[in-house]
């Protein structure tokens, strides 16, 4: 008897958790963002960044906002993953080098941001080398001149020591 009272409460408390359970995953979910990831986290200006976000989808498209994006980014829901949404944002042009934060807010209003989610990093001079004069400035003239002119007395010793020998 006490077996099959054990049995029945134990039966009841698994048949209260099992019907519990799927109503708290679907409350949460979309409920709010618990993870934002960048990739790549290092990107140049101009470039095309990943933003994934865990836990923002309530039946409308989440949208990622960040001072380094041109525009701000829709996210959509990934195939099969449930809770996970994602979207594409292209870097600005003018955007100056540092870390940048992302903002996510979901569509049902709740929001997360996430502080140095992403690095923006400053492109190279092309060109000629990266050079930005003309010519040979002042200190070039006067290395290359002290060069020459060691050159020559360097040569001039040489050649006269070699004279010497000669006589000799």
């Known amino acids: 008897m006490r077996t099959t009272r054990a049995l029945a ?3 009841a408390a698994v048949a209260v958790l099992g019907l519990a359970a799927p109503a ?6 979309g409920a709010s963002p618990s993870n934002i990831l960048a990739l790549p986290s290092v990107i140049a200006r101009g470039g095309q960044l990943t933003v994934t976000v865990d836990g923002c989808f309530s039946g409308g498209n989440a949208i990622a906002t960040s001072p380094g994006f ?5 996210l959509s829901l990934l195939n099969g993953s449930g809770t996970t949404s994602s979207g594409t944002a292209r870097i600005s042009r003018s955007a100056t ?3 940048y934060s992302i903002t996510v807010r979901c569509s049902n209003g709740s929001s997360l941001t996430r502080d140095s989610a ?3 990093i400053g492109g190279v001079r092309g060109g000629l080398g990266g050079s930005s004069s003309a ?3 002042p200190t070039d003239m006067a290395i290359g001149g002290g ?3 060691a050159a020559v007395v360097g040569g001039g010793v040489f050649w006269m020591r070699r004279r010497t020998e ?3």
């Not at 708290?24 to 979910?29: C, K, L």
């Not at 041109?70 to 829709?74: D, F, G, H, L, M």
Request: charged share 15%; aromatic share 4%.
């Open 147 to 149: 060069l020459v002119a």
């Open 24 to 29: 708290a995953v679907a409350d949460g979910m």
């Open 118 to 120: 992403y690095t923006v």
């Open 166 to 168: 000669r006589g000799i």
């Open 9 to 11: 409460a134990a039966g």
């Open 135 to 137: 010519g040979a400035t």
């Open 97 to 99: 080098p540092g870390a």
């Open 70 to 74: 041109e525009r701000p980014a829709n």
